[in-house]
């Protein structure tokens, strides 16, 4: 099977800087991979994009990049010998096994941390699998929506506390000036039916 061509890193030129940012470079220096779970939509791999921009990214959303990494884990790592930003890494949590072989060969060979970038929703079988096969290899750090600061970096923040608190925290709303209303209707609405379920 050929492999998919991994996504190129995209400019992001409405980002906003996300105060887990330093910690996320700081854990980036210690450990080979670094995990980052939070909520649909709370701008993880926004944020991973952002602050590794020199990175493969490549989505498992993506149905060939997953069947890819599904039959052939470790070709798929392999595409990948500097490391890469996985995102939705739990559409693959088989993946995670071969991840933690290819960092043990990787850790004998002296490489630099903060090689793998792994995103995910939280989802409780992936922080199993993650703490089971890379415990001591990743660190794992959780992003939540957007804090009342975080929303005052963007454009056009809500001024009054009844309307920031009507307008939520997520990064969609502000970047894109959306009805949260109808917004966080549609939202509560694909989450059960995708995620409770």
Known sequence: MAPPVP????????????DLESQLRKVATLFPAV??????????????????????YVNLEDMA??????????????????GAIIDEVQEVPSLLSSLQVRIDEEERERRPPGRWILTG???????????????GRTALLHLLPLTRNEVERFERPP????????????PRIHDRNLPP?????????TYVDRDVR
């Open 7 to 18: 996504q190129q890193p995209l400019p992001r030129p409405h980002a906003i800087a996300r």
């Open 35 to 56: 995990t980052l779970t939070g909520p649909r939509q709370s701008g993880k791999s926004t944020l991973c994009r952002a602050v590794f921009p020199e990175k493969p």
């Open 65 to 82: 990049s997953r069947r890819f990494a599904t039959e052939d884990p470790a070709g798929f790592l392999a595409q990948f010998p500097s």
């Open 121 to 135: 929703s939280q989802n409780l079988t992936m922080l199993d699998g993650v703490s089971q096969s890379l415990a």
């Open 159 to 170: 001024i009054a506390l009844l309307d920031a608190l009507v307008a939520g925290g997520y």
């Open 181 to 189: 209303g109808e917004w966080l209707r549609q939202y509560v609405s």
